[in-house]
């Protein structure tokens, strides 16, 4: 009531963003709101923040080359992502999610911004639904959020089968479950999604997309997983296909280890849609990539310092192997500290080496040499 009735009496617009974030401010004081007797809001948050430097005197702080007289910049701080995430527990068996990056603001926020924005209707282990907007299982990269990647970013192959539709944030419907009382624990995902990407206001075409996924728990440090879709996308049939292996060991107290590696393959239909007189088939526009990123971690009893990270990966990631393709290599290392538990809070300090097979003068394929120092904070 005083929130409302300081409302009424200001018309500014600092009244109204109190009135309007309120319930944030007050859960981040720890009190829980309630929407009915069994229905609760949880609100929860991640902010990253970066400093790019470009090592090359043509290159700018995305990678691109310049060889004329233009102004462009070498160095930059900047928000990478500002995230909001909603979390109402309607029931033992519902809830809904959403998740928002403010960070798109910075840039051209048009289809993005929304990330997250689904219903999850759960029976138990075996039968769980999902509907909405939301990443689908296609890899082992969609297992975690951005804020516990093992490196700076997810990996160029994943931002690239995400623009076809593979990963990243879908609209549609999936059907998940975990088998977990057996000799190999099997989890298990299988989706429909119009297959057009995020935050679109409804699908372009009758087609859809259809990907399933099978992890297989290998004893108690390994999991297997493969990965395989089909579809259609404005008429022309589309595949992809993947497979995944994660080691995780505890060494002892202070020593930690993770290997993870990732092939996948597929078709460019963002490519082939591109051009004003496409190649035929389809299929003759092709994409691949594999990974490869071991991570090693020393835990300390320090009251502030509780990790330290050292990771490297090594990515090979063609967009058009059948045709003109220009390969890229990318060599990742990088160190991380983390100050809380669960990356709360957590500083890395990378270096990006991007190889292409050929440089093509004033554009992103050319190589590169950057450094990036990035902080996190999750609440």
């Avoid at 090594?314 to 160190?335: C, H, T, W």
């Amino acid at each position: 009531m005083l929130t409302t009735s300081l409302l009424m009496k200001s018309s500014s617009p600092l009244s109204f963003l109190i009135f309007l974030f309120f319930p944030i401010l007050a859960n981040a004081q720890g009190i829980n709101i309630a929407v009915s007797e069994k229905a609760k809001i949880n609100f929860s948050g991640m902010i990253q923040t970066q400093f790019n430097y470009s090592l090359d005197d043509d290159i700018d702080i995305t990678g691109k080359h310049h060889s004329g007289t233009e102004q462009f910049s070498r160095n930059s701080f900047s928000v990478k992502r500002a995230r909001l995430q909603l979390n109402a527990v309607i029931s033992d068996r519902i809830n809904a999610v959403m998740l928002v990056n403010f960070g798109d603001f910075t840039g051209n926020p048009q289809n993005k911004v929304l990330e997250n924005a689904y219903i999850k209707y759960s029976i138990n282990d075996y039968v769980n639904f999902q509907f909405g907007q939301f990443r689908p299982q296609f890899g082992q990269e969609d297992n975690y959020p951005v804020d516990f990647v093992r490196s700076i970013d997810y990996s160029n192959q994943y931002y690239l089968f995400g623009s076809n539709s593979w990963q990243s944030f879908q609209i549609g419907v999936s059907y998940f479950g975990e088998i977990k009382n057996s000799s190999i624990p099997i989890k298990y995902a299988i989706g429909v999604y119009n297959g057009n990407n995020r935050n679109q206001i409804g699908d372009n075409d009758d087609g859809k997309i259809v990907p399933a996924r099978l992890v297989f728990g290998l004893g108690k440090n390994t999991q297997f997983g493969v990965s395989g879709g089909a579809g259609k996308n404005l008429g022309q049939k589309i595949w992809a296909y993947g497979a995944d292996i994660d080691y995780k060991k505890k060494i002892n107290e202070k020593w930690d280890v993770e290997f993870v590696s990732e092939y996948k393959q597929g078709i460019n239909s963002v490519a082939y849609f591109a051009q004003e007189n496409p190649v035929v088939p389809i299929n003759r526009y092709a994409m691949r990539g594999i990974y490869l990123q071991p991570n090693l971690g020393y835990s300390f009893k320090n009251v502030r310092l509780k990790k330290m990270e050292f990771a490297f990966r090594y990515e090979y990631l063609d967009a058009d192997f059948k045709q003109e393709g220009n390969a890229r290599q990318s060599y990742i290392p990088m160190v991380s500290a983390s100050f809380a538990e669960a990356y709360a809070i957590r500083v890395q300090l990378g270096y990006l080496i991007d190889r292409y097979e050929r440089n093509i003068p004033n554009t992103t394929q050319y190589n590169t040499n950057r450094i990036i120092c990035q902080v996190q904070a999750r609440f």
